[in-house]
Nanobody
Framework: QVRLVESGGGLVQAGGSLRLSCAASVRTLSGYGMGWFRQAPGKEREFVATITWSGGNTYYADSVKGRFTISRDNAKSTVYLQMNNLKPEDTAVYYC???????????????????WGQGTQVTVSS
């Protein structure tokens, strides 16, 4: 069982930046593909970004490409989401997710992730 805890959310003005962190309750995140998803009020959860277990491959939703960067530190068992040039439409609860795999392939499907955090709120004011 892997417990994921997100942090770093908050209120920011449009154009600002935030860095989300996701700490995992394992000694190392090696072997776990990681992803970030978000859910805005009244909307379904959507994919944001993903990174393979080695950090060799990343993939982003078109809506965040060029503004968000996912990274990981396996030794610290932590995954990050750097969010720049935030827009009001980025307002949502952001969730971290993990799946145990050594695949170099990325996935945007939430049902392929095994573990989820409780989420952290990001609010972007206009």
């Amino acid at each position: 069982q892997v417990r994921l805890v997100e942090s770093g959310g908050g209120l920011v003005q449009a154009g600002g930046s935030l860095r989300l962190s996701c700490a995992a309750s394992v000694r190392t995140l090696s072997g776990y593909g990681m992803g970030w998803f978000r859910q805005a009020p009244g909307k379904e959860r959507e994919f944001v970004a993903t990174i393979t277990w080695s950090g060799g491959n990343t993939y982003y939703a078109d809506s965040v490409k060029g503004r968000f960067t996912i990274s990981r530190d396996n030794a610290k068992s932590t995954v990050y989401l750097q969010m720049n040039n935030l827009k009001p439409e980025d307002t949502a609860v952001y969730y971290c997710a993990a799946r145990f795999t050594l695949s170099a392939a990325v996935t945007t499907k939430d049902d392929e992730y095994d573990y989820w955090g409780q989420g952290t709120q990001v609010t972007v004011s206009s």
